[in-house]
């Protein structure tokens, strides 16, 4: 979970599970940089939870290192937005952002409550104290096993002109500019 600093966002709690959706670590982290907005919507993060805390990112860092070995696969949802907080480049990732198709096309990447809602039939984020990172961690790696036994165009959704971004400005009377490399544009252009 992220909190909003003088420096931009960064790291107020973080979650590991491990392979069998058992939590490995949690702990709630001091950001060096003074707090301006805690998200509390979000993360569920407040000043009060926060007093006393005295890990820092640093601490996370080597905690982790010490936990997970090098080959370890990160399994998490918008993992670079994780990755940049950690100030940590991993390259054996599964994103859960990416192995699932929002339904809408175009690129959108698909929220983690929607995934949880349509695949597991499961309500997360559901809390008015904020999201739990554990509970998004289980819930990455339940969606990777399901992807897993289910086969790789399992939740990527077939994109029909129905859903095409063109089609959807025609409908609603909306203006738009593709850009592409010139290659691709003039195979379209007619």
Same mark, same amino acid.
Request: charged share 20%.
């Given at each position: 979970?992220?909190? $909003?600093?003088?420096? #931009?966002?960064?790291?107020?709690?973080?979650? *590991?599970?491990?392979?069998?959706?058992?939590?490995?670590?949690?702990?709630?982290?001091?950001?060096?940089?003074? *707090?301006?907005?805690?998200?509390?919507?979000?993360? #569920?993060?407040? !000043?009060?939870?926060?007093? #006393?805390? %005295?890990?820092?990112?640093?601490?996370?860092?080597?905690? /982790?290192?010490? *936990?997970?070995?090098?080959?370890?696969?990160?399994?998490?949802?918008?993992?670079?937005?994780?990755?940049? %907080?950690?100030?940590?480049?991993?390259?054996?990732? /599964?994103?859960?952002?990416?192995?699932?198709?929002?339904?809408?096309?175009?690129?959108?990447?698909?929220?983690?409550?929607?995934?949880?809602?349509?695949?597991? $039939?499961? $309500? *997360?984020?559901? %809390?008015?104290?904020?999201?739990?990172?554990?509970?998004?961690?289980?819930?990455?790696?339940?969606?990777?096993?399901?992807?897993?036994?289910?086969?790789?165009?399992?939740?990527?959704?077939?994109?029909?002109?129905?859903? %095409?971004?063109?089609?959807?400005?025609?409908?609603?009377?909306?203006?738009?500019?593709?850009?592409? $490399?010139?290659?691709? !544009?003039?195979?379209?252009?007619?």
């Amino acid at each position: 979970e992220m909190c $909003k600093t003088a420096a #931009g966002s960064e790291l107020t709690q973080i979650a *590991i599970v491990d392979e069998t959706l058992d939590c490995i670590y949690k702990t709630y982290v001091k950001p060096p940089n003074p *707090i301006v907005d805690y998200l509390t919507t979000f993360s #569920g993060i407040t !000043a009060e939870v926060l007093q #006393g805390v %005295s890990t820092t990112l640093e601490d996370v860092v080597a905690h /982790i290192n010490s *936990i997970l070995p090098p080959q370890a696969i990160f399994v998490g949802h918008s993992l670079e937005n994780d990755l940049k %907080s950690l100030k940590l480049y991993h390259d054996r990732v /599964i994103d859960t952002a990416t192995i699932y198709s929002s339904g809408k096309g175009g690129g959108f990447k698909p929220g983690l409550r929607y995934l949880a809602m349509r695949y597991l $039939k499961a $309500k *997360i984020q559901d %809390s008015t104290q904020g999201h739990d990172p554990a509970e998004d961690a289980m819930t990455c790696m339940r969606l990777v096993k399901v992807k897993v036994r289910r086969g790789p165009n399992y939740g990527m959704s077939q994109q029909t002109d129905e859903n %095409s971004l063109s089609v959807y400005l025609t409908k609603n009377r909306k203006t738009g500019v593709f850009v592409d $490399k010139p290659i691709v !544009a003039q195979q379209h252009c007619h």
